[in-house]
């Protein structure tokens, strides 16, 4: 692709509008277009779309997701990359107005501790050692604990919350034992805490959420309303048979024709479908052959409804590459 020559004021021909960096070295500053809808963060008012607000499923994956709510049983979610699976947590806590999902990415070095609280004891300790004033009254323990996703999850008293465990075969091989076992007890200890005297039998503590506490008795975190849980996983291990027994199996399929134009006019609107036929062959054409992600083709989509003069060929290759490795 070759570049359209620009004026002594810097403008650019149509053609060459979305082409933001052209690697000329001249100093620019162009308006930088909005980003596509998933890739928008929620802040003071923005207008980015809530998370989950746009997830497409079909009918028979709803049944399973409703059997979990309903039995109270994790769902422990697989399918390739890109097929929807941390998504869904989002989904479910959208449209049940559950609040925003806690989640806990795990990976090889994650401990059941670190979900569940956090005690920092040097910060409690440098503050014991710095003088204070009458009128200076020491922060409590409570202020450097805080609850982890699932001990927030566990400390909610209303309504249930949403919780994603995010990618549990990544961990180490005795954390799902670990997590089975708090699942099936619906409380937790914390020591720093059960080992106060009893005129500090109560007491705040931090938790996940941001500027909020909970009430911790005795030490004792105990569950009253179980957390609707989602684990999932990209098969990269099995899980012990006890943990699978427990969980509710989703499988989230490589969505088909119809569902991707569901997916495409759920996050750029009905007019997407227009001017995408052939991205979406295409896309189809080479997921048979290698593993690829549904966000890849609303990268494609998106770029070429933004101005991108690359044809389809052009945006395949920008995007589309193939997430196995020997792709």
């Known amino acids: ?31 930088i277009p909005a980003a ?26 709803t049944e399973v997701v409703n059997a979990a709510i309903h039995l109270r049983r994790p769902l422990l979610v697989t399918g390739h990359p890109g097929t929807g699976k ?23 070095r994650s401990t059941l501790q670190d979900a569940l609280y956090r005690y920092d004891a040097i910060g409690r300790l440098q503050e014991s050692n710095l003088e204070r ?14 609850l982890g996703p ?13 919780l994603l465990v995010d990618e549990l075969d990544k961990g180490d091989i005795d954390l799902p034992h670990d997590l089975l076992t708090v699942f099936e007890e619906g409380t937790f200890e914390i020591p720093e805490l059960s080992r106060l005297p009893e005129e500090q039998a109560e007491v705040d503590v931090l938790t996940a959420d941001p ?16 957390p609707l849980v989602v684990i999932t996983s990209n098969g990269e291990r099995d899980f012990p048979p006890a943990f699978r027994r427990r969980c ?10 119809t569902r991707l134009k569901k997916i495409l006019a759920g996050h750029l609107g009905p ?49 589309l590459h193939r997430l196995n490795a020997d792709g």
């Open 248 to 257: 509710l199996p989703l499988h989230l399929g490589d969505p088909d024709e």
């Open 133 to 146: 004033g009458p009128a200076q009254p020491r922060p409590g323990v409570g202020s450097f604990l805080r």
């Open 86 to 108: 941390s998504s869904l947590a989002a989904a479910i806590a959208h449209e049940l107005d559950l609040g925003p999902v806690l989640h806990w990415p795990v990976n090889s």
């Open 36 to 61: 596509p809808p998933w890739r928008r963060f929620a802040s003071a008012g923005s207008d980015a779309p809530e998370a989950g607000s746009r997830y497409v499923i079909g009918r028979e994956e």
């Open 271 to 319: 007019d997407a479908l227009a001017d995408a036929e052939d991205l979406v062959m295409a896309f189809l054409a080479q997921r048979a052959v290698g593993e690829l992600a549904t966000d890849q083709l609303l990268n494609a989509v998106f770029l070429r409804r933004g101005g991108a003069r690359l044809d389809a060929d052009g945006l395949l290759k920008t995007v």
């Open 211 to 226: 500027h909020r506490t909970a009430k911790v008795r005795r030490g004792m975190v105990r569950c009253t309303e179980f």
């Open 1 to 31: 692709m070759t570049h359209e020559p620009t004026t002594e004021t810097g403008s650019t021909s149509e053609d060459e509008s979305w082409q933001l960096f052209r690697g000329d070295g001249q100093r620019r500053t162009p308006t």
């Open 150 to 162: 699932l001990g927030t999850a566990f400390a909610a008293q209303d309504r249930p919350r949403v």
